[in-house]
């Protein structure tokens, strides 16, 4: 009998999943907006809706090992989800695997989202055969994967490789899901693309910009991206300024692990060399000697979507 695993990918905005079988295809995926507005319990409701005729589709829930989930601050030994900054009603601790347990019936184990891309990058993508790199997802938030020996570290809580919340700019930009200021998430994350951006134009009142052809609200990462393409001074500044603070960062985290390779994943990276340059030319610039030129800066090959659902689809082969 062909067995299958469900791999799901809980973002801050969208969640994405799929079916995948053992060799690794995604037989059949979609998603749903996460809606961290409202109660966890509709939007499990929401996704059952999406989910259960997948799994009816392919025999079943005897047919299936599994489900591997991804989703922020989730503790991969208790199968929670532990005050997550990014999902607003989603307070507290919340027991997602038993929950999940409950209306589908299969087993489900739980991991950081970061760390199950770190997982479906190692094996299916750009690092594959690699046993000592860092994933680093550029998205809502900035998310982390950390691979040491070809293995992901979780620390003895579940929760280490928290990158996107070490603090990068002493008193900076307050985050307003952990009351902690200046951290990489602030800066780095599409969120902060926004941030800066809009910070540049109220800086530069007189100076011509694209943008002030958009309303705030109207302004996101790909509006400043689509206008930076265009020759836009300010939305080039945006990511110049966002790859000086990113790179700054990768150089220091180049000295705890010793990685080969730090991928960059997610949304932001589709603005390539608007943003890869100055990140490169930062990380080069801030590296310890020893480490200069050892490292290597890639972008996922893989669907930004596939990687986590795989990713995740691997905790429960």
């Known amino acids: 009998m062909k067995r299958y695993a469900i791999g799901i990918d809980v973002g801050g905005t969208n969640t994405k999943f799929g079916v ?9 995926q979609d998603r749903i907006l996460t809606n961290s507005d409202a109660p966890v319990e509709q939007f499990i409701k929401t996704l059952s809706l999406k989910l259960k005729p997948m799994i009816d589709h392919y025999g079943g829930v005897e047919n299936f090992v599994g489900i ?8 991969y030994y208790k199968g929670t ?11 507290g601790v919340i027991p997602m695997a038993d929950l999940m347990e409950k209306e589908f019936g299969i087993t489900t184990r739980l991991t950081n989202d970061a760390n199950a891309a770190a997982v479906g ?52 930009r307050l985050h307003k899901g952990t009351g902690m200021r200046g951290t990489l998430e602030t800066y780095a994350s599409a969120t902060g693309v926004r941030e800066t951006v ?9 100076e011509p910009s694209l943008l002030r052809a958009f309303k705030e609200d109207e302004i996101t ?26 790179g700054e960062a990768l150089a220091a985290f180049v000295l705890f692990s010793s990685p080969e390779a730090i991928v960059l994943f997610g949304g932001l990276t589709k603005a ?8 490169r030319q930062a990380m080069e610039d801030n590296i310890l000697t020893s480490f200069k030129g050892k490292v290597k800066l890639l972008v996922s090959t893989l669907k930004e979507a596939d990687a986590a659902i795989l990713g995740a689809s691997a905790l429960v082969w």
């Open 68 to 75: 591997g989930m991804g989703a922020p601050n989730a503790n």
């Open 198 to 206: 809009l910070e540049f134009l109220r800086e530069n009142p007189n």
């Open 221 to 246: 990462s790909e509006v400043v991206y689509n206008c930076a393409v265009k020759g836009d001074a300010i939305a080039i500044r945006t990511f110049e300024f966002t790859g000086q603070i990113l």
């Open 20 to 28: 995948v079988d053992s060799d690794g295809n995604i037989l059949t």
């Open 81 to 91: 989800i532990e005050y997550a900054a990014n999902l607003k009603e989603w307070k």
């Open 121 to 172: 990058e190692m094996m299916y993508g750009v690092t594959k055969g690699m046993k000592h790199f860092i994933t680093i997802t550029l998205g809502t938030g900035v998310g982390s994967g950390i691979v040491i020996d070809g293995k992901i570290v979780l620390g003895c809580d579940g929760f280490a490789g928290e990158l996107g919340h070490v603090t990068v700019r002493k008193g900076g």
């Open 272 to 279: 390539s060399d608007l943003l890869l340059k100055p990140t």
